[in-house]
C-alpha cells in the first residue's frame, strides 16, 4: 500500500517561508514527477509545480520566484519551500506523484491528504 504523507503546514504571516515536504512510502520501485496543488476555500484544486526525476522542475505563474521545489530520490521525499508568502497562498496543500510498485509495472498516480497553510497576520 502506497501513501503519501506531507507535512510542515501552518500559520505564517504575510511574507514569511514555509516548508512542506511529502514522504512516499511502501513497496515503491520508482518515481518518476512529484508535484504540489493546491486548494483555497471555495476553489477548484490548481498547479503549483513539480519535479522529474532528473530534478528538472516547473512552476505556476502565481508562485514562480517565490516557491522551490526539490526533491531527496533516496529518501522518496518531495519538498516545497514557500517565501515571501502571500495571504492568497492560503491554501491546503496537495502532493503527487507518479509512480511504479514493486508488484506492477503500471505508472499509478498517487495523493497525499493535504496539509494546512495559513498566510495571515
Known amino acids: 500500500q502506497v501513501q503519501l504523507v506531507e507535512s510542515g503546514g501552518g500559520l505564517v504571516q504575510p511574507g514569511g517561508s514555509v516548508r512542506l515536504s511529502c514522504a512516499a512510502s511502501?513497496?515503491?520501485?520508482?518515481?518518476?514527477?512529484m508535484g504540489w496543488y493546491r486548494q483555497a476555500p471555495g476553489k477548484q484544486r490548481e498547479y503549483v509545480g513539480r519535479?522529474?526525476?532528473?530534478?528538472?522542475?516547473d512552476y505556476a505563474d502565481s508562485v514562480k520566484g517565490r516557491f522551490t521545489i526539490s526533491r531527496d530520490n533516496a529518501e522518496n521525499t518531495v519538498h516545497l519551500q514557500m517565501n515571501s508568502l502571500k495571504s492568497e497562498d492560503t491554501a491546503v496543500y496537495y502532493c503527487?506523484?507518479?509512480?511504479?510498485?514493486?508488484?506492477?509495472?503500471?505508472?499509478?498516480?498517487?495523493w497525499g491528504q493535504g496539509t494546512q497553510v495559513t498566510v495571515s497576520s
Open positions: 519535479i522529474t526525476s532528473s530534478d528538472s522542475t
Open positions: 503527487n506523484a507518479n509512480l511504479r510498485t514493486r508488484s506492477s509495472y503500471v505508472w499509478e498516480n498517487h
Open positions: 511502501g513497496s515503491i520501485s520508482s518515481i518518476d514527477v
